[in-house]
Each structure stands twice: as C-alpha cells, then as structure tokens.
C-alpha cells in the first residue's frame, strides 16, 4: 500500500510561482512511476505530468509544457512539481498519483495510476 501526501498549494499571482510537494510513504519509491494531474471546477481530471520510475523520462501535458517541471528525489520519497508563469486557467486541485505500470505510453491516463493523495487546491488570480 501506498499513501500519498501532496503540499505546496496555494494562491499565487499570474505570472508567478509554486512548488507542488507529494511525498510517499513506504520503502518502493524508487519502483513507482509518478504523475500529477488537476481537476478544475465542472471539469474532468487532466494529466499534468509523470516520471517514470527507471530513468526519470518526463512526459508534460501541451498546456504545462515549457512552464511547469517535474522532478523526483527517491532519497526523500518525494515528487515535486514546479509551476512557473502560472496562468488563471491553472486554477484547480492538484493530484499527486503513483504507479507499478511499466509502460510511459499510458502515464497520461488516470487508469494507470493506482494509489492518489488527497489533492492540493492552487488558485491563480488574474
């Protein structure tokens, strides 16, 4: 079992900056691959982005991609998700999620994951 923990939300002014913290409980860190994904209000959950577990590839959504970062440190079993030049329509609940699954071509998926952390809300004002 896997218990995730996310922290770092908040609300911040367009244009700046948050780092997002998801920290894992358990001695398999370094076999899970990772995501972040984000629900807004009367939307779906959206795949944000994912490393994986062997090399740490990262694989961004279209909408992050250039702003937002996300990195691992297995010493710490914690994934991080740095959000720079964050827009209004970055408003949402950040989910942290963890999966066994070996394959990158499915991290974009929700059904991959299988463990989720309660969610962080960051708010974007314009």
């Known amino acids: 079992q896997v218990q995730l923990v996310e922290s770092g939300g908040g609300l911040v002014q367009a244009g700046g900056s948050l780092r997002l913290s998801c920290a894992a409980s358990?001695?398999?860190?370094?076999?899970?691959?990772m995501g972040w994904f984000r629900q807004a209000p009367g939307k779906e959950r959206e795949f944000v982005a994912a490393?994986?577990?062997?090399?740490?590839?990262?694989y961004y959504a279209d909408s992050v991609k250039g702003r937002f970062t996300i990195s691992r440190d297995n010493a710490k079993n914690t994934v991080y998700l740095q959000m720079n030049s964050l827009k209004p329509e970055d408003t949402a609940v950040y989910y942290c999620?963890?999966?066994?699954?070996?394959?990158?071509?499915?991290?974009?998926?929700?059904?991959?994951?299988?463990?989720w952390g309660q969610g962080t809300q960051v708010t974007v004002s314009s």
């Open positions: 999620a963890a999966t066994y699954y070996r394959s990158s071509r499915n991290y974009h998926e929700r059904r991959t994951y299988d463990y």
């Open positions: 490393i994986s577990w062997s090399d740490s590839n990262t």
């Open positions: 358990g001695r398999t860190f370094s076999s899970l691959s």
